[in-house]
T-cell receptor, first 113, second 115 residues
Framework: KAGVTQTPRYLIKTRGQQVTLSCSPI?????VSWYQQTPGQGLQFLFE???????NKGNFPGRFSGRQFSNSRSEMNVSTLELGDSALYLC????????????FGPGTRLTVL | GENVEQHPSTLSVQEGDSAVIKCTYS??????FPWYKQELGKRPQLIID?????GEKKDQRIAVTLNKTAKHFSLHITETQPEDSAVYFC??????????????FGTGTRLQVTL
């Protein structure tokens, strides 16, 4: 099976812009979670989607949002970008919610100038 | 919420030696503890995981132990090789099928295996 894929792999934006990142889970996986990875804060949970609904949310401002489509693909959006949003954004998919291994995609490296 | 502490932050061992990375967690309801390996510029990859109904799990040169009473779990790598060099993350979650699955990660351990 193909692994988790994320597009684009790299993005450069300026402050105030918005960005949309995409994640395609492993075929058959229905749960998608998003994480932000930075040198200072490490890996932090953003949100989880299952059956097109956000099921769990981390401690991030409302500028961070996402959605999931009927084919389980997911997108996350960050509006009004700030310098501190520069990070590697990772998505992870699992077969079902809870109790299952999460498999990570390669990430999208976002740089905010 | 859950808090996971990981030590050491860096670890240097000689090839062939063993490496041990330790994590503690705060939420006694956490029941799933995966370990991920992340090489430079690559995605985190699951190397081993353990659930709270098991005290120890081994996969070739890698083993994980769990002490639920102390809320402590450890990764053991034996006969280390240069390709083991990477950043290792522990994580914990309160994982019940059908409910939210949020991983809380430790801060990572940079393992360097020297020749």
């Amino acid at each position: 099976k193909a692994g988790v894929t994320q597009t684009p792999r790299y993005l450069i934006k300026t402050r105030g812009q918005q960005v949309t990142l995409s994640c395609s889970p492993i075929s058959g996986h229905r749960s998608v979670s998003w994480y932000q990875q930075t040198p200072g804060q490490g890996l932090q949970f953003l949100f989880e989607y299952f059956s097109e609904t956000q099921r769990n949310k981390g401690n991030f401002p409302g500028r961070f949002s996402g959605r999931q489509f009927s084919n389980s693909r997911s997108e996350m959006n960050v509006s009004t970008l700030e310098l501190g949003d520069s990070a590697l954004y990772l998505c992870a998919s699992s077969l079902e919610r809870g109790g299952d291994t999460q498999y990570f995609g390669p990430g999208t490296r976002l740089t905010v100038l | 919420g859950e808090n996971v502490e990981q030590h050491p932050s860096t670890l240097s061992v000689q090839e062939g030696d063993s490496a041990v990375i330790k994590c503690t967690y705060s939420d006694s309801a956490s029941n799933y503890f995966p370990w991920y390996k992340q090489e430079l510029g690559k995605r985190p990859q699951l190397i081993i995981d353990i659930r709270s109904n098991v005290g120890e799990k081994k996969d070739q040169r890698i083993a994980v132990t769990l002490n639920k009473t102390a809320k402590h779990f450890s990764l053991h790598i034996t006969e280390t090789q240069p390709e083991d060099s990477a950043v290792y993350f522990c994580a914990a979650s309160r994982s019940i099928t059908g409910t939210a699955s949020k991983l809380t990660f430790g801060t990572g351990t940079r393992l360097q295996v020297t020749l």
